[in-house]
């Protein structure tokens, strides 16, 4: 039923509008919810996942969010040594990121290749510290110089925070996501919400493991 809610959460819309009049597009929509409510629960994990990020694509189109600035790692002081940050070229100047920071110019590449992109907002996991060192966070990019830690999301190594990003649930009130309760990187583990509006929902669950708190989402 989630994806189903998806399809016609963006026929719900305000930009609705804009398509209405073109009649086909909308036609298709209610088809693919059609199928969806018929089917979700015979697809595969895979192919749930792809759906998913059809979807919302689908959603950031309609909401003009669609647009990714093309992001690009870069020596945080421009002398080819660790910390690495995020960037993007502004005609001719490289504008840094603050607020993501990373060990290497390849650990930034991975982090930013397992980036989600949800709610109009690239989610990626950086170091806390902003000296490239554990523990990690996730961070929200919007187009802006800064990028935004998420509350409750440190998590103790790279790879775990990767795969909280990549378990992310979008709804339509916003994204889930699990992280440190204590935001120490240490268990328990606990669900969050960030909603569309920039306000935090703090799960009651507590779980043992970070992949628990993923799989209950």
Not at 108 to 127: H, N, T, V, W
Not at 153 to 173: I, R, W, Y
Request: proline share 3%.
């Amino acid at each position: 039923m989630r994806f189903t809610k998806l399809v016609l959460a963006s026929l719900s819309l305000a930009a609705i509008p804009l398509i209405a009049s073109a009649g086909v597009l909308t036609d298709k929509a209610y088809q693919v919810a059609g199928q969806l409510g018929s089917r979700e629960s015979t697809l595969s994990p895979a192919q749930q996942t792809q759906v998913s990020r059809h979807l919302d694509g689908i959603l950031s189109a309609l909401n003009g969010t669609g647009t990714e600035r093309n992001y690009i790692c870069v020596s945080r002081d421009n002398d080819n040594n660790r910390p690495y940050v995020l960037a993007y070229r502004d005609f001719a100047e490289t504008v840094r990121i603050t607020g993501a920071a990373f060990d290497s110019k390849q650990e930034c590449e991975q982090s930013l290749g397992a980036s989600e992109y949800k709610m109009g907002r690239l989610f990626l996991c950086a170091s806390r510290d902003q000296d490239g060192n554990r523990p990690y966070q996730m961070v929200a990019l919007n187009g802006a110089n800064k990028a935004s830690a998420l509350q409750r999301s440190v998590l103790g190594t790279m790879a775990d925070c990767q795969a909280s990003v990549h378990a992310m649930k979008q709804a339509l009130e916003g994204v889930l996501y699990c992280g440190s309760r204590d935001n120490d990187g240490n268990r328990p583990f606990s669900p969050t919400g960030l909603k569309n509006d920039g306000t935090y929902v703090y799960g009651r669950d507590q779980f043992d493991t970070i992949q628990a708190c993923n799989a209950a989402l």
